[in-house]
């Protein structure tokens, strides 16, 4: 372990000592109104997005200003191909790519992926992701293990963080209030943001900031009665679970002539509070008095994240070197709350998740001085230790620490066979401490075809790694035996991308329209099986059983004229998922999704406006029917479509130093959605209720900026 580390921090060293050159600040355009031209992801540089060999898809300040998004789960909501998975038990927040679930792609922060609960990198909780400091959200889509390793079979989502501003100084109070459903008041209800941010620009050269922001979400009550109600009628506590998030970021980056180095920092709280339903009365048989009480707990989350990075251009090549440490902790307090006394007693408080990365990764590339020929190398290297402690019943009442390391190297060569044509082979090598050694790789190609169309191909394939909770995991009780298997092999992830873009400038204006074609396909899936033999007592555990395909075509297409801007989308796919070899569940399944925006700027009034709309079609899914666990069959499910529409008006006064924004979160009111079982009769499993959202909310936001 200490040879490692030194090793890490070496190769970091040498990418921050080495240093004599780099393009310009940021490796981005300063004016905020082109830097949704420029991307970062999958490219050798920054560079335009037109010029990417990779199909890139941008969310930009402008798009999260609009959506007064305060974290991850807000933006992403009304983005095709994309479907959150909000969870009111845990106070967590998942998404899908193509049906895949949040193990199948990673979510970065310039670069580098993010520790969290379950993974690195993946398995990522939305809402804990603040966007106070965002410059821009960049979606790629496919097989991405050639450039960003393991987990990234259906993609990536980079988050990059603003580096620099114009003047020199900046001051950003923001304050934002929310209503939760129709509920809200200043003290128990509804959601109170408030954030901080100073940013200061030294003499060109040393850019400096922090940032502090306070998320404070009430919960929602529905039809409970909070935490003081005292009656056993399971009506005790929220629907929605309240949360407390806090975070404390701050930046310093110093661009020399040809380089750039800079450090960032992040402390993130998070206190989820969980309320029992069930009141035990508490009699107290010498008294003859009741002291009514419930057993709660509160989840308490902290994160550190440290990034230093260092690009820039040598003598003859460029680089990228990245050397970061991030480490996440989960513990509980638990407590009996006596309820009458609104007093705590017998408090219990302990960990029972931790995860801590040492992480690097670099990158060197254009070796060689041609318009023709240009590759890339690298490396990219991480630890994670940890554990899942006995609170779920795991390793017999000890907390088991177990190490996943992953060593990899990876390269790629760009040929620019003529002006039009430009193509992009890869491979990396993943080499861990508990798995075999993996390939991924990966063929990229883009040709610039008649009248400016432009088509772009990408075809690679990509592992995922087994979790902890796959591999480690051990729980026993007396209506459960589940158990992780060290012995599991990776998944294998193959993705086919087309794409055909097109845009059409005329006067004050310009329409943009893309066409997509995809195929994914992940074998040795991971589930939870059966491991018992007939009339044994039931085990289960994990183990590679499943396969997993997606087939689908999408729109996408952005109009603009003066102030008017709109956008459309939509997507049909189709999804085979063959559970544990089952001969019931060989069917393609079929859904659709579309979005749909658009906004107007009044310039007299400086008033933007803005409506977004998305809807997801019904989606089907193969459910456990019968009783029959070791010989399980299957029916089709479905679960009911969404609509959801959010509404903004944005005023800027005092020359825009003043921006208020105004608006509405899910217009048509969703809350549960049914899911049923085809044929479902009246012994068999019949239609229940998913929670996928609290109700039409209503918010106001207030942002200052002082610049001098």
């Known amino acids: 372990m ?37 991307v970062i992801s999958g490219q ?7 010029k990417s060999i990779y199909e890139v898809r941008v969310i930009n300040r402008e798009m999260i200003d609009r959506l007064a998004g305060n974290n991850l789960a807000d933006v992403l909501n009304q983005t095709l191909n994309l479907n959150i998975r909000p969870n009111a038990s845990t106070g967590k927040s998942g998404v899908e790519m193509f049906g895949l679930d949040a193990q199948y792609f990673k979510i970065l922060v310039d670069n580098v992926p993010l520790v969290n609960d379950e993974s690195f990198g993946s398995n990522t909780d939305l809402t804990q992701i603040n966007l106070d400091d965002i410059l821009q959200i960049e979606i790629v889509e496919g097989a991405m293990g050639v450039e960003y390793g393991a987990n990234a079979a259906a993609g990536i989502i980079n988050i990059i963080t603003k580096k620099s501003i114009p003047g020199s100084w900046e001051i950003t109070p ?33 850019y400096m900031d922090a940032t502090f922001s306070r998320n404070d979400f009430k919960g929602h009550w529905a039809d409970r009665k909070g935490e003081q109600y005292a009656l056993n009628d399971s009506l005790r506590g929220y629907e929605w679970l309240p949360k407390l998030q806090q975070s404390a970021k701050m930046t310093m980056a110093y661009t020399g002539d040809n380089y750039r180095i800079f450090f960032k920092s992040e402390y993130y709280n998070e206190k989820i509070n969980k309320y029992s339903e069930i009141v035990s009365p508490g009699y107290n048989p010498e008294t003859a008095t009741y002291q009514p009480f419930s057993n709660d707990e509160i989840i308490t989350t902290n994160r550190y994240f440290n990034l230093l990075n260092a690009s820039g251009n040598a003598n003859w090549f460029k680089y990228d070197v990245s050397l970061s440490y991030q480490q996440q902790t989960r513990s509980v307090e638990e407590y009996k709350y006596l309820i009458k006394k609104d007093e705590r007693t017998n408090v219990l408080k302990y960990d029972f998740e931790s995860r801590k990365v040492l992480y690097s990764k670099g990158i060197f590339s254009n070796f060689v001085k041609s318009d023709f020929f240009d590759f890339q190398i690298g490396y990219e290297i991480s630890e994670m230790n940890g554990f899942t402690s006995f609170r779920k019943g795991f ?3 000890k907390n088991i620490d177990r190490k996943i390391g ?20 890869g491979m990396r090598l993943l080499n861990s401490n508990l798995f075999d050694q993996e390939i991924a790789y990966s063929v990229s190609a883009k040709y610039i075809l008649p009248k400016g169309y432009e088509l772009r191909a990408v075809y690679g394939m990509s592992p995922r790694l087994p979790n902890y909770e796959e591999l480690y995991s051990y729980y026993f009780d007396a209506n459960h035996d589940i158990q992780g298997n060290e012995n599991l092999t990776t998944e294998k992830g193959r993705s086919a991308f087309l794409h055909l873009k097109k845009r059409f400038e005329f006067n004050e204006g310009s329409y943009t329209n893309r066409l997509s074609l995809s195929l994914f396909e992940v074998e040795d899936r991971i589930d939870l099986v059966v491991a018992s033999a007939p009339g ?4 289960y555990r994990y183990l590679n059983v499943d396969t997993y395909k997606n087939r689908n075509i999408s729109y996408m297409g952005n109009f603009r004229y003066k102030n008017f801007d709109a956008g459309f989308g939509i997507t049909y796919g189709a999804t085979l998922k063959t559970l544990n070899q089952s001969e019931d569940t060989n069917d393609y399944l079929y859904s659709m999704n579309l979005n749909f925006n658009v906004s107007y700027k009044i310039e007299k009034t400086n008033t933007t406006a803005s409506l977004l709309f998305k809807y997801t079609g019904p989606e089907y899914e193969y459910v456990q029917t019968g009783t029959d666990i070791i010989n ?38 969703v809350t549960r959605i049914r899911t049923s079982s085809e ?15 609290y109700g039409r909310s209503y918010f106001v936001k207030l942002l200052y900026k002082l610049s001098i």
């Open 679 to 693: 044929g479902a009769g009246a012994h068999t499993a019949g239609a229940n209720t998913l929670l996928m959202g």
């Open 406 to 425: 992953s060593y990899d190297i990876f390269g790629s060569a760009e040929f620019n066979i003529t002006p039009k044509f430009s193509i992009r082979p």
């Open 632 to 669: 399980p069959t299957y029916t089709r499910g479905k679960r009911q479509e969404i609509s959801w529409v959010d509404a903004t008006v944005r005023q800027g006064f005092y020359n825009n130093k003043l921006d208020v924004t105004v608006g509405v979160r899910n217009l048509f009111d």
């Open 44 to 50: 050798y540089s920054p560079q335009e997005v037109n």
């Open 174 to 206: 923001v304050l934002q209030e929310e209503t939760i459903g129709n509920e809200y008041n200043l003290n128990t209800k509804g959601r109170h943001i408030q954030s901080l941010k100073i940013a200061h620009q030294l003499l060109d050269r040393l």
């Open 536 to 539: 044994d007592p039931l085990v």
């Open 2 to 38: 200490f040879i490692r580390r030194n090793i890490l921090f070496a190769i970091a060293l040498f990418g921050i000592t080495s240093v004599n050159a780099q393009e310009d600040k940021d490796g981005q355009q300063q004016d905020d109104t082109v830097l949704e031209e420029i």
């Open 395 to 397: 390793f017999d009442g």
